[in-house]
């Protein structure tokens, strides 16, 4: 329940329902003054918050009406004057984040994992050209729109290259730890970049088997990749689930973005033109519309069973 000392320090917005709460933020969703929508990222710490300070600036950045891949910034607590707490309004993404359509027990199939992981992978290289690098990407800052349309957001950990070949200079700053994070973050100095190519391969697997295969296996079974036992770890994620069928392209992808050595990880140029992508490339404007109208109506379908929420 959200305090009615914090709902008063922000005048402007009603709050009606809560997003998502994390380690260091909480978003929920509010109407501004007019009824419309959007969501507010309130955070944890007070005015000096890096989190804070660091979302802002890759808002302000990034986030803008000319960048439709990427979630549209709207104004924060920098804008308010008489505001006590962190925030920053950002645009709602009507249908959530991606984590909730996956499920170990009916993963997507590979056409429909395809096109989601296609428009990803050109968002991440949108991004990667403007000489960013998210160092976050997972399935919860994968946001869809009203319209099912594929956004990135969760800037809290997004870095700028003030290089323009968004290569020099390796990062040596801690982000806060999770299963998807690359094996050498926090261990030596790292290529931003080549930690989004391995966060990527993490969601794609994620996107492809149901599930978070680090997580739900207990046992190490990176140690087969670093070890280069390929085949003992794909039949340790295949055990059980004879209906997956993994292609050997989609298993090449995986194996590259997943390697343990950051300097050999390729870029994302590699990944969008990894055969994998081969049928998806190639698609007349048409033949991608059959692709999207796959991936709305298998979305449609997963949200009949979504539990109804009760407002603040």
């Given at each position: 329940m959200l305090s009615?000392?914090?709902?008063?320090?922000?005048?402007?917005?009603?709050?009606?329902?809560?997003?998502?709460?994390?380690?260091?933020?909480?978003?929920?969703?509010?109407?501004?003054?007019?009824?419309?929508?959007y969501a507010?990222?309130?955070?944890?710490?007070?005015?000096d918050d890096e989190h804070f300070t660091n979302d802002l600036k890759m808002f302000s950045l990034l986030c803008n009406e000319g960048n439709s891949d990427f979630i549209r910034y709207i104004?924060?607590?920098?804008?308010?004057?008489?505001?006590?707490?962190?925030?920053?309004?950002?645009?709602?993404?009507?249908?959530?984040?991606?984590?909730?359509?996956i499920s170990p027990k009916?993963?997507?199939?590979?056409?429909?994992?395809?096109?989601?992981?296609?428009?990803?992978?050109?968002?991440?290289?949108?991004?990667?050209?403007?000489?960013?690098?998210?160092?976050?990407?997972?399935?919860?800052?994968?946001?869809?729109?009203q319209n099912y349309k594929l956004k990135l957001g969760g800037f809290g950990s997004a870095k700028y290259f003030l290089n323009q070949s968004g290569k020099s200079g390796l990062l040596n700053d801690k982000i806060l730890p999770s299963?998807?994070?690359a094996p050498e973050v926090g261990k030596q100095p790292?290529?931003?970049?080549?930690?989004?190519?391995?966060?990527?391969?993490?969601?794609?697997?994620?996107?492809?088997t149901g599930k978070d295969i680090f997580t739900y296996h207990k046992n190490n079974i990176y140690k087969y990749i670093k070890d280069k036992k390929y085949a003992q770890f794909w039949s340790v994620i295949e055990l059980g689930d004879n209906d997956l069928n993994l292609t050997p392209e989609f298993k090449d992808l995986i194996i590259s973005m997943l390697g343990p050595n950051y300097?050999?990880?390729?870029?994302?140029?590699?990944?969008?033109?990894?055969?994998w992508f081969d049928e998806i490339r190639f698609?007349?404007?048409?033949?991608?519309?059959?692709?999207?109208?796959?991936?709305?109506?298998?979305?449609?379908?997963?949200?009949?069973?979504?539990?109804?929420k009760d407002f603040i």
């Open positions: 009615r000392q914090i709902q008063n320090s922000i005048p402007k917005y009603s709050f009606l329902d809560l997003i998502h709460a994390g380690v260091s933020s909480t978003i929920y969703l509010v109407l501004d003054e007019s009824g419309k929508e507010l990222k309130l955070y944890n710490e007070t005015k104004s924060s607590s920098k804008d308010d004057k008489n505001s006590t707490v962190n925030y920053i309004v950002f645009e709602f993404a009507e249908k959530g984040s991606l984590d909730k359509y009916k993963p997507f199939d590979e056409k429909i994992v395809k096109f989601m992981a296609w428009n990803i992978a050109n968002i991440v290289d949108k991004l990667h050209k403007l000489c960013f690098s998210h160092r976050d990407l997972n399935i919860y800052n994968i946001l869809l729109d299963h998807f994070t790292y290529d931003g970049h080549k930690v989004d190519i391995f966060n990527l391969g993490m969601l794609f697997l994620y996107l492809r300097k050999k990880r390729p870029d994302i140029s590699y990944v969008l033109d990894h055969p698609l007349t404007y048409d033949g991608l519309q059959i692709y999207e109208n796959a991936f709305r109506k298998k979305l449609k379908e997963i949200e009949v069973d979504f539990p109804q």
